[in-house]
């Protein structure tokens, strides 16, 4: 790890205004990747600012119909949260899924997103669910949020604040984990919303990415049996020593299936 | 509440402080003034190294900057292979250096270029990042299978060729084979691994210039070895002037056996800076730079008549070396490997060659079961393959090609001697565990559910106890494979146990103890066992090859016997009887025939407070040992495993696994029955989750992180049903014969049996990823 300067703010304006005095500063929301990165000397950034002292950055709450999360709340605060299990089930046991309980107990959803690691589980339930992404600046819904690899709608200084997840009448998740390190090779949310059937895949491709296929077989008729496979081409998704691009290509329909009937 | 004699399942002593945190591990000692070392590693698979210029690397706070010249100016020998093998022409296998610095180029991913000291970890390490090596990188070969048409990597040996070796007549077979009904044909590939011990390699030398004497703190499988490999071969040091502590160790599964460049390379930057010198790899250098294991490309054939009696196997295989040998890399594929292929069967004609080569790779060498592994690989699954073929049952075709009870002592054809075992009560036992005759019911049921069900056998074994030294030495060991015990006694009766074996996990603390108590009919609890100190221990030969209690108990045993010998010397003086006439039971010295009797205790206290004691004898009660065994040691046994496969993904559940194992006596059965869990997971990581891949353009390792090699966790797991027979082993004074390593070496076919039978293919490759399990499913439907 190279050094860099420290920084915990108490709000979110302190932390935006860190960033901005900051050279090259990164923010740092639970660290699940970025602390790894910098013990491999893969990053170098003059600052490090830290949410984690953030108060209005955490908590879950309803409003307005909708189940909204704060960006510094973590996995294993989603995981427990009776609310989030009464609104959004599926939402819960994603977040139970996520790497193991200390990354689940130090990661949050803010981190997570802002992220986009292209295997990460919470990109999917945003895109899946049609959520909201508050950030210090705006919001942005998920279809435009998630724009590649690692790359987000995000700009200079801008602060994920909360996500705002429209409560589906039914959700499901299911993923089939890289054996090694139980990120998703392919996971699929399927929701049924206000706006229709959406369902969003993660793993299989460089960016997570809504299916076609699978919301025109699901607004149908909302069954397994329904699921007849992916619009995604082979050729679009990845392909490394775990799984190639036909079997990523193939387990989206298995998971597809699974997740529709984990939503019941 | 267990008394802690021989054969009670007394808890691991040693437990309460490594649970506790209060281990204390070669990272945990600190030396007034010492320095931390880092080693630039090299980032090509196979580069010239043209210069190296360090100009800008020297800086605040670092110390000094070694490359391999400075190794060199200062004579440090190359670290040696510890065991030749003649090849097929009468000539020594090639010997290319292996210096502990790179002098001349760079030969794998991870070899070390340069050593930076400096007064913390991160000075050296940024040190490191402005050293400038012009490196004129050449082609590299990762692939095994491809050595002979790759870029040579040492111009000692042509053709990337370190030896190509036979075992068996080649005339023979070919009769054999002539003479077949049925001759079943197989290629497979024993993948790599990468040992992953929980506790990364580190080392802390210090140098006394006062004294002349050097300290070594390391995470050796065996200090004494690595002090002779380090004195006789590489620094020079005489044997006197080096001591080598190895402290609690975390792991070593044969990966800290060998002698490597990092510690070798702080010994001798101590005494050139005259202070302490550390070094703690981290994990992604574990990956790049410990000896990794396994790696075979073989092709094998088993001849068999009408009736499937095996007539001869005939096995073909490429081993990797990887880019150096390491210390015992040669004798793995070979006198650890082809002696092991006759298995528990009567095959009367077996032949055997072996070409070891030479790749842009980590070093090769013995990794828990080490040839053994690769031995029953091959042969259980050809086994399998010809039952299919044959449309026998397999368990049946294995009992008809056992070796009988009443065939002991049985000279197999490939070299070794089994003295014992009993194969078929093995076999029946694990088919009764597993409910054999259920099986084709528990299929139909998980047909029934759109799954996929098959069951594997692996009857398997293993020569450890490594091992009689004149037969080692015959086949081209440099050293002895004896071990050494001393038992000393204190005047209040607690006793010292000094053994050779090195304890990194497996329990010796308590089996030993459990040992010494139950020999001399002491305390448990006044037991105490001392290891891993050259400065403490007697010359010894450390742990691997399973031979810790085969080997290392025998010697405590025979120590354990000469002061009972001395003892009852003390007794008849104590008692005004004969020697002659005492007898040792249970702790006490009797004279014959009456009931007047000398505790140990007793005779403890005398030796020490000699007041009334035979005007001839030596006060003390402290004796040393030596054993040498006899013969290997032959543990064997079978086990199945049953499991589901979701066709749908390709995910295989490990439905249920039964292993019966003959490991002779047993001492404590809780911590043999750990070892066998610990074995058979190794084992299942084999052959479903674990693999080193290289990148087979550039020689990166693919598989550098936990994100990308598989290690099997507790839910990959089934809960395993483990039991024995016991067939005592005939030449050692326990009737021992090891469970280290069976576990790993029965697991990986019993697992592909089973995967390749619930689909109904032929082969897998291992791992047996569940995309390779989807797609044959897939094809088989």
């Known amino acids: ?264 | 509440m267990p008394d802690g004699n021989i054969g009670q399942p007394v808890k691991r002593r040693e437990d309460q402080r490594f649970l506790t945190g209060k281990g204390r591990y070669t990272d945990d000692i600190h030396r007034q003034g010492e320095l931390h070392a880092y080693f630039l590693r090299s980032p090509h698979a196979h580069a010239a190294i043209k210069s190296i210029d360090t100009s800008a690397a020297k800086g605040e706070g670092v110390v000094a900057i070694f490359t391999g010249a400075d190794m060199a100016a200062d004579k440090v020998g190359s670290l040696p292979c510890g065991w030749t093998v003649t090849d097929r022409n009468g000539q020594p296998h090639k010997a290319p250096p292996h210096f502990p610095l790179a002098r001349d180029k760079a030969r794998y991913v991870g070899d070390h270029v340069a050593m930076v000291i400096a007064t913390s970890y991160a000075a050296a390490k940024d040190a490191a990042e402005r050293i400038e090596v012009d490196y004129d990188v050449l082609p590299a070969n990762t692939n095994t299978a491809k050595f002979a048409k790759a870029p040579e990597l040492h111009a000692e040996a042509p053709g990337n060729l370190c030896y190509d070796w036979v075992l068996g007549d080649e005339a023979a077979i070919k009769q054999a084979f002539a003479g077949a009904a049925h001759v079943t044909k197989l290629d497979l590939v024993n993948n790599r691994l990468i040992p992953n011990a929980m506790e990364p390699r580190a080392a802390i030398a210090e140098y006394d210039s006062g004294t002349g004497e050097y300290t070594l703190w390391s995470t050796s499988q065996n200090p004494h070895l690595l002090r002779l490999i380090l004195c006789a071969f590489v620094l020079g040091i005489p044997e006197t002037k080096l001591r080598v502590i190895a402290p609690d160790v975390g792991g070593g599964f044969g990966s800290k056996i060998f002698a490597y460049a990092e510690e070798t390379a702080c010994v001798w930057a101590s005494k050139k800076l005259d202070r302490p010198v550390r070094w703690t790899g981290d994990r992604s250098e574990a990956f790049l730079a410990d000896a990794h294991g396994r790696d075979h490309v073989t092709h094998v054939e088993l001849a068999m008549d009408k009736d499937g009696k095996f007539l001869g196997l005939k096995v073909d295989t490429v081993a990797a070396m990887g880019a150096y040998l390491s210390s015992f890399a040669t004798c793995v594929p070979t006198y650890l490997y082809a002696t092991l292929l006759a298995g528990q069967y009567t095959t009367p004609v077996i032949y055997c060659n072996v070409k070891a080569v030479f790749t842009n790779t980590a070093p090769v060498d013995a990794y828990r079961g080490a040839g053994r592994p690769e031995a029953t690989y091959l042969l259980e699954r050809i086994v399998e393959v010809a039952a299919r073929e044959m449309k026998m049952d397999p368990a049946e075709l294995r009992r008809k090609n056992f070796i009988q009870p009443s065939q002991y002592p049985y000279q197999t054809p490939v070299a070794l001697v089994y003295d014992t075992g009993n194969y078929e009560a093995s076999l029946d036992a694990a088919l009764a565990m597993i409910d054999y005759k259920g099986f084709p019911a528990r299929k139909a049921a998980s047909k029934a559910k759109g799954k996929l069900r098959g069951i594997g056998f692996s009857s398997y074994i293993e020569a450890c106890g490594i091992a009689p030294s004149a037969v080692v030495g015959s086949l081209g060991a440099g050293v002895g494979l004896w071990e050494s015990a001393q038992v000393r006694f204190n005047a209040t009766g607690t006793v010292s146990v000094l053994t050779g074996s090195h304890a990194h996990g497996q329990g010796h603390e308590t089996t030993f103890a459990q040992l010494v108590a139950d020999q001399l009919g002491i305390p448990y609890e006044n037991v105490d066992v001392v290891h891993g100190d050259t400065g403490r221990i007697p010359m010894a030969m450390g742990t691997y090859g399973s031979r810790s209690l085969a080997v290392g108990g025998s010697a405590i045993v025979r120590a354990c016997n000469k002061v009972i010998e001395k003892g009852k010397k003390i007794a008849a003086h104590l008692l005004e009887a004969s020697v002659d006439d005492i007898e040792f039971k249970n702790g006490a010295f009797t004279v014959a025939g009456t009931d007047k009797s000398k505790t140990m205790a007793e005779v403890a206290f005398t030796a020490y407070v000699p007041h009334k004691y035979p005007a001839d004898l030596e006060p003390g009660l402290d004796e040393t040992a030596f054993y040498d065994p006899l013969n290997f040691t032959y543990p064997a046994g079978t086990h199945i495993a049953e499991v589901e496969i979701d066709p749908d993904t390709g995910v295989t559940t490990i439905a249920d696994w039964v292993a019966v194992d003959d490991f002779g006596n047993v001492i404590n059965p809780m911590i043999v029955e750990g070892q066998v869990h610990g074995g058979i997971a190794q084992g299942i990581g084999q052959a479903l989750l674990e693999n080193c891949v290289y990148d087979q353009e550039s020689g990166q390792l693919t598989t550098g992180s936990y994100m990308d090699y598989c290690m099997p966790r507790a839910d990959d797991l089934p809960s395993f049903k483990v039991g024995l027979t016991t067939t005592a082993c005939t030449h050692n004074p326990l009737g021992v014969k090891g469970c280290g390593e069976a576990g790993a070496i029965a697991a990986p076919p019993a697992l592909i049996n089973a995967i390749t039978d619930a689909l109904g293919v032929m082969h897998m490759e291992m791992p047996a990823s569940s995309e390779k399990v989807w797609r044959a499913a897939q094809a088989a439907k």
């Open chain 1, 1 to 264: 790890m190279y050094d860099f300067t420290y920084h915990r703010p108490g709000s979110v304006g302190d932390a935006a205004a860190a960033l901005g005095k900051a050279g090259d500063g990164k923010l740092m929301a639970g660290g699940m990747t970025l602390i790894p990165t910098l013990k491999q000397r893969l990053a170098n950034p003059s600052d490090l600012i830290d949410l984690g002292g953030i108060a209005e950055l955490k908590g879950i709450k309803e409003e307005g119909g909708a189940l909204v999360i704060g960006a510094m709340t973590t996995h294993a605060e989603v995981a427990a949260s009776a609310l989030v299990k009464g609104k959004i089930a599926a939402l819960a046991a994603l977040a139970d899924g996520i790497g193991d309980p200390q990354v689940r107990n130090r990661g949050t959803i803010g981190g997570s997103i802002a992220n986009n690691d292209p295997a990460a589980d919470y990109p999917a339930a945003c895109l899946g669910l049609g959520a909201t992404i508050k950030t210090n600046k705006r919001s942005i819904a998920a279809d435009a949020f998630f724009k590649g690899m690692f790359e987000t709608a995000l700009e200079d200084g801008e602060i994920v604040t909360a996500v705002s997840f429209p409560v589906p009448s039914k959700a499901g998740y299911a993923k089939f984990p890289n054996p090694a390190s139980r990120y998703a090779i392919v996971g699929v949310f399927v929701a049924k919303t206000g706006s229709g059937v959406r369902a969003a895949v993660t793993g299989a491709g460089p960016c997570v990415f809504r299916d076609k296929a699978i919301e025109d077989a699901l607004t149908g008729s909302w069954s397994a049996d329904a699921v007849k496979g992916s619009s995604a081409s082979a050729g679009s998704l990845n392909s490394d020593i775990h799984a190639s691009s036909d079997y990523r290509a193939h387990l989206i329909g298995v998971m597809a299936k699974r997740a529709v009937q984990a939503a019941g």
